[in-house]
């Protein structure tokens, strides 16, 4: 647990940035842009992640579980052949996207309403720079499937996010819709060569791959294991970006920026439940596949607790000050409240169950997930159609919601079924009610008692946030907090026995 603790810290600081600068780059555009083009700035961006995950083929899972298996078993000769395995479809597969992507690019703009000439060139930009992302994103999965994390934080939740809000920033004011695109977009190049670079320093020491390229054995394996992980991905993305796609379509481009601004808040939650679930997964992938099941659980339950206490203060404080928290972004987005509250619900479920879906992949069962995210998109896609021409963003918001429930609860009870973990430990229910107590029924009792009186809300926001801080200290253990104190100080040192049995069970090879 020190271990993840300290990947999940680096991850949440990177987590934090990738968070802080997301949100001032949709300040930026919300701010400098008419909604209508916002939101057809907000829907392109959509548009391109379905298409790089479309090209990634899920190979981010695919290449983190098997090199982390792979290490784990003792068998890093086979490393190097399984990162061909997984790299060479998607060099491939991106430049067929990015070509399809430019020849539809007429067809795109006309479904998003958009004017035909600016979204046109937009989206030829992006497609240019599709299958640089796209092999980006596959090298820095590999550089943690050996225990990496700096990379994916340094590179992909900092430094990229950093210079997507700077050339945003330089490019929203002057330049023609293609302009603002690529300069979203263009970043991807320097984060596809560092990520080149830091996986070279990583395998160096491997075993040189085999002659004649991997075999037909060696394909099989990995994409038996990582073919319904690439639908499941795209069927995940979908989750998260197809409802601002539908509402521009639907609602058109000026409610699209509204919900985009609305949901911004989930966005960040995302981001801090991913930080820790990144650095966990190489973890989870080598306790199961050597059948550990007992320290399995003690990951799950661990990070679902650190991820509880960390997420829902946030949530909860979105909800209380939904509309403050939409006045950043210009006037007219405070319209987007009633979807920030239906979508606090949604997430605090599904923050209890932890990262549910990632130890199902873990554990094999990919295709359970499959079948789940398939189930959550349908849910979202049919009561999208229903409600938004009727509801408009709130129908939107009460899909996605629909879907994110769904989503949690059907892996939530398989995996129960079928290996008996669950993330409802003693630190997670703990932490939860500490949350609610603090950031919910606190703040919420005094903006009932002294309705529209924002100090007395903030007042009771604040004695909250000094009873949090007092619990954490002084209950740090029932919380689960000491693999996080380790963390500023050193990891214990194991004796020699207790290495001697951890290679023993692992097949480590030093």
Do not use: K
């Amino acid at each position: 647990m020190p271990s993840i603790a300290r990947g999940g810290l680096v991850n949440l600081v990177g987590a934090a940035v990738s968070a802080v600068t997301g949100v001032l780059l949709v300040v930026v555009v919300t701010r400098t842009l008419p909604q209508s083009d916002a939101g057809a700035f907000f829907a392109l961006t959509s548009v391109f992640l379905l298409a790089e995950t479309v090209a990634r083929l899920g190979t981010g899972t695919g290449v983190v579980y098997f090199v982390a298996r792979l290490r784990s078993l003792g068998q890093p000769e086979r490393i190097r052949a399984v990162q061909r395995v997984a790299l060479t479809p998607v060099v491939t597969l991106s430049a067929i996207v990015a070509t399809a992507l430019a020849i539809w690019a007429p067809q795109i703009a006309e479904f998003l309403g958009t004017p035909a000439d600016g979204t046109r060139s937009a989206i030829v930009a992006l497609a240019l720079l599709l299958p640089v992302a796209a092999l980006s994103d596959t090298l820095l999965a590999a550089t943690r499937g050996h225990g990496a994390m700096l990379p994916t934080a340094a590179v992909d939740r900092v430094g990229r996010p950093l210079l997507q809000l700077t050339l945003v920033a330089v490019a929203v004011s002057n330049g023609s819709a293609a302009v603002l695109a690529g300069a979203w977009a263009l970043p991807w190049v320097l984060s596809a060569a560092l990520a080149w670079w830091w996986l070279l320093r990583l395998t160096r020491c491997l075993p040189p791959a085999a002659a004649g390229g991997p075999g037909l054995e060696t394909w099989r394996e990995f994409w038996s294991f990582t073919a319904p992980r690439a639908v499941n991905s795209l069927v995940q993305l979908a989750l998260q970006r197809l409802d601002i796609v539908l509402v521009t379509a639907l609602a058109g481009p000026a409610e699209a920026a509204v919900y985009t601004a609305a949901t911004r808040f989930l966005v960040v939650g995302q981001l801090t439940t991913s930080a820790i679930s990144t650095a966990a997964q190489p973890r989870l992938a080598g306790v199961l596949a050597v059948g550990d099941h007992a320290s399995a659980r003690s990951v799950y339950q661990s990070a679902t607790a650190w991820v509880v206490l960390l997420t829902w203060p946030l949530y909860l404080l979105c909800g209380v000050f939904a509309d403050t928290v939409l006045t950043v972004f210009g006037a007219g987005y405070e319209a987007g409240r009633p979807v920030v509250l239906v979508l606090v619900g949604a997430t605090l479920l599904a923050t209890a169950c932890g990262m549910v879906d990632m130890l199902l992949n873990m554990a094999g069962r990919t295709s359970w997930t499959l079948a789940n995210s398939v189930v959550a998109l349908a849910v979202m896609v049919v009561v999208d159609l229903a409600l938004i021409p009727r509801l408009g963003i709130l129908g939107a918001g009460i899909g996605w919601a629909a879907a994110i429930v769904v989503n949690n609860l059907l892996p939530l009870g398989q995996l129960l079924a079928s290996t008996r973990l669950h993330p409802f430990g003693a630190a997670t229910v703990r932490g939860a009610a500490l949350s609610a107590v603090c950031f919910g029924i606190l703040p919420v009792t005094a903006l009932l008692l002294v309705p529209g009186n924002a100090a007395a809300t903030t007042v009771a926001a604040l004695v909250g946030l000094a009873l949090f801080v007092v619990a954490l200290r002084r209950w740090r253990a029932a919380l689960g907090l000491p693999a996080l104190r380790t963390v500023l100080t050193r990891t214990p040192r194991r004796t020699t026995a207790r290495r001697d049995v951890d290679r023993a069970r692992t097949g480590e090879i030093q």
